[in-house]
């Protein structure tokens, strides 16, 4: 079973977030969401807990204000959000299964607080696509990208959905340091080569 590879959908900082999976840095008043100061809601309630999950379930990789974002995989774009207050975002299942817990399935990854797509839902993508442009819509104290990833059930649902994170898992083991963007050309070059292929062995056959 072949295991799933993210490349990081923000192409110049490298691996630089400000709060992983398990962090849980931000609170929350009057529906707007700011960080702790040494480790402490100095006004308002701790934002995670206030929605069910057990910590962040993501991972907050530094973004400037329309930065360009990328696709860190192929798939279908499933997700779209335009709600403004929720946050603009987009979630892109993979075309194929991929080994989880010992069986195969599908995964989604999820990219919030942006500031416009340039994909709507049903589009097909290729890894390192540009998708679209980061911001702070949403529940956000400053501009990044939130990044997330869910195993996802046979009808395209959560496969976990009482995990503590609604079905979230930690992105970080299936991470790859490299930038999506710089993938497409060695991609291209894999796809002519498995046509090539294909197209060399049905000849065979009818030869």
């Known amino acids: 079973m072949k295991k799933l590879e993210l490349y990081l959908p923000v192409n110049k900082y490298g691996i630089c977030w400000s709060q992983d999976f398990f962090g849980n840095n931000a609170c929350i008043e009057d529906g707007k969401v700011f960080t702790k100061q040494n480790g402490v809601c100095t006004r308002g309630i701790e934002f995670y807990p206030s929605v069910g999950l057990q910590s962040h379930g993501g991972l907050d990789i530094w973004a400037r204000h329309q930065e360009s974002l990328y696709a860190s995989h192929s798939g279908i774009v499933s997700e ?10 987009l979630g892109i299942t993979t075309d194929e299964k991929y080994e989880y817990k010992g069986t195969e399935v599908k995964f989604k990854s999820r990219y919030w607080h942006l500031d416009s797509f340039v994909v709507v839902a049903g589009d ?6 540009l998708i679209g442009y980061a911001d702070s819509t949403g529940y956000s104290s400053s501009s990044h990208l939130h990044f997330e990833l869910k195993p996802l059930n046979n009808e395209g649902g959560n496969l976990e959905p009482n995990n503590g994170w609604r079905g979230r898992i930690d992105p970080m083991p299936y991470l790859i340091l490299k930038p999506a963007s710089e993938i497409p050309p060695l991609m291209l070059k894999v796809e002519i080569l498995q046509h ?12």
Do not use: A, P
């Not at 779209?80 to 975002?89: E, V």
């Not at 090539?196 to 030869?207: A, D, G, H, M």
């Open 196 to 207: 090539l292929v294909s197209l060399w062995t049905k000849l065979k056959s009818i030869i």
């Open 124 to 129: 097909k993508v290729k890894v390192g696509q």
């Open 80 to 89: 779209m959000s335009t709600d403004l207050k929720l946050g603009y975002g």
